[in-house]
């Protein structure tokens, strides 16, 4: 079974100044696709996201899934989907291509 992994990285006005996250982890590691879609739909999103890579090809690496401003409104915190090196690449292609898709915000989330 594949496992998938989610970083976080929390970023604010001044982190982005200087170009880095404020703080970054590990979300959630070694979960299956449904679990790790399950913990992507506990936390605020803003609908945008995108691969590490454009075009999106068989050799994606993950997803990133783009926050809100929460409870304080000077941070944001962004989730990565990382995707398992036993994935094949075309199902990382198209995994990547529906994640990123607006079918798939309306789905999932």
């Given at each position: ?52 890579e454009s075009p999106i090809t068989d050799q994606v690496r993950w997803v990133k899934f783009y926050g809100v401003y929460m409870s304080n409104p000077d ?35």
């Open positions: 079974m594949a496992l998938f992994n989610i970083t976080y990285e929390t970023i604010t006005p001044e982190s982005a100044m200087d170009g880095a996250a404020h703080a970054e982890g590990f979300f959630a590691r070694g979960v299956n696709l449904s679990m790790a879609l399950a913990y992507l739909q506990q936390v605020e999103l803003s609908g945008h996201m995108e691969a590490n941070e944001l915190v962004n989730y990565s989907l990382h995707f398992p090196e036993a994935l094949k690449g075309e199902t990382r292609k198209r995994l990547a291509e529906f994640l990123c898709s607006s079918e798939a915000w309306q789905c999932i989330f």
